[in-house]
């Protein structure tokens, strides 16, 4: 069954440096998502995309964050100039339809572990 | 604004038993979606069971059914003949017609041999 990878499994960058999560989601899938998790915390929703373009985000997703599809398989998460607060798990998703739409489940990578120092 | 309430951090069944995990959620719209998602320790996210707020009837998958209570804005998981593979951290989750989620804080739970 075809999978959400996401790569690296572990990232570690120094406070104030820019990291890129990336993110392949399924082939077919034409809606693509953003998650984090900070430990013992609920996960929360960053940031929806499709078409090209953000179709939704968060108050979490501020100008620090960017989203791009550079090449039309890979979906990466820019975070600028990291903070300490943004250590997290990093979750990408995508979907076939809108998630809201019937038998259409959001399909989840393993995430990437973001350690700040 | 819409939230997600999971009050029970943790739970545990003896494998075998039937298990109920809560879930409540606060909105003011009419037309929504609410999921189960199970999260094992390889940490990738399954959905579990899928409710639209339109329907009357609860959704039911296999061992895993919901209680539906939308004048409470209840939304409920009921686990029957559970399982050790069942041991996993589950969330409960809303989306309305747009692509956002809302996660609750989820409920850790651990099956008994």
């Known amino acids: 069954e075809p999978e959400v990878t996401q790569t690296p499994s572990h990232q570690v960058t120094q406070m104030g440096q820019e990291v890129i999560l990336r993110c392949v989601p399924i082939?077919?899938?034409?809606?693509f998502y953003w998650y984090r998790q900070i430990l013992g915390q609920k996960v929360e929703f960053l940031v929806s995309f499709y078409n090209n373009e953000i179709s939704e985000k968060s108050e979490i997703f501020d100008d620090q964050f960017s989203v791009e599809r550079p090449d039309g398989s890979n979906f990466t998460l820019k975070i600028r100039s990291t903070k300490l607060e943004d250590s997290a798990m990093y979750f990408c998703?995508?979907?076939?339809?809108?998630?809201?739409?019937?038998?259409?489940?959001?399909?989840f990578g393993d995430g990437t572990r973001l350690s700040i120092l | 604004a819409q939230t997600v309430t999971q009050s029970q951090p943790e739970m545990s069944v003896q494998e075998a038993e039937t298990v109920t995990l809560s879930c409540t959620y606060d909105t003011s719209e009419s037309d929504y979606y609410l999921f189960w998602y199970k999260q094992p320790p390889s940490r990738q996210m399954i959905l579990v069971i899928r409710q639209e707020a339109y329907k009357q009837q609860n959704a039911t998958e296999n061992r895993f059914s919901v209680n539906f209570q939308k004048a409470a804005k209840s939304f409920s998981l009921k686990i029957s003949d559970s399982q050790l593979g069942d041991a996993a951290m589950y969330f409960c989750a809303y989306t309305n017609t747009g692509n956002q989620f809302y996660f609750g804080t989820g409920t850790s739970l651990t099956v008994i041999p």
């Open positions: 082939s077919n899938h034409l809606y």
């Open positions: 998703a995508s979907s076939e339809k809108p998630v809201w739409d019937k038998n259409q489940p959001q399909h």
